[in-house]
């Protein structure tokens, strides 16, 4: 998977050569002019009673308690705000968090967890601008406060850091990013291996086409215990984006469908996020 994602990413960067529009949001390797800012505010929600085990195979998010009928569910509805700033030319930073709201019902339990989520801190830094945009960044993400044994947790309650590589291209229709990094994670979590190449089309003047492919690799392990936790599981998983972006200056409109296809130690299903971007 890692090498075709790649050599895909190789062969459409390639063919692309003038400089045009980029991204929006999490710009790829592309960084913001000098005193420029991006917002964007979000809501994503994830409804699904399925998952991917230790080896693979699409399983119940929980086993069955005994005697039910009703299937497991995890559900996630979080509200999130993501900013990129331009300090100098080549140089931009950015910073993510949110609020979430989290569900676990099964084995004739129902659990809930709420509050802010991690906070994400990244500096980008672009150390090639043409033919090719390419640049280098670091990041670090800072838990807010949460108990990470509270089931389902927020996060792991520890903080990851983590080094990423983009390049990307663009014409005056369409543009290219493809990125591989690695994270350091806190505690005794599996580091992971990012990988990703996203990919849009301007369709018509004020609406654009997004697609992508991510991924994450680790060792992997099985969760311990009958409570599979998402937040605390060492997971692989291969996930595809179809987007929609309406524009209309200065703001933007976007719904997205995020699918998961396949996966160790992951949920399983579709999120569902729409999403308000502001640019200077």
Sequence with gaps: MRSSVLAAAALVLASLAAPGFAPAARAGAW?????????????????????YDSTGHRVSYLPPAQGSIEKAQYRSQVARLYAEYGLMDGLTAAASGGWATIEA???????????ATDVTLELRRRLVRAPLVVSLSGETKIPTGYEPSRFPALGSGRPDVGVRL???ASNARLYVTADAGYRVRGGAQ???????????????????????????????????G??????LSDSRFVAATASLVLHDRPFDFVFDV?????????LAGTRLGFSLWYSN
């Design 226 to 231: 009958a409570r599979f936790d998402p937040a």
């Design 190 to 224: 599996t580091n992971e291996v990012p990988l990703g190449i996203e990919g849009g089309l301007a369709v018509i003047k004020d609406l654009k086409v997004r697609g992508a492919l991510r991924g994450a690799f680790t060792s992997g392990h099985a969760s311990g």
């Design 166 to 168: 983009d390049a990307g």
């Design 105 to 115: 019902e099964g084995l004739d339990r129902f659990s809930r967890s709420r509050g």
């Design 258 to 266: 995020d699918r998961m296809l396949s996966g160790r130690n992951t």
């Design 31 to 51: 960084t913001r002019e000098p005193g420029s800012l991006f917002l964007k505010l979000g809501y994503e929600r994830w409804y699904t009673s399925a998952r």
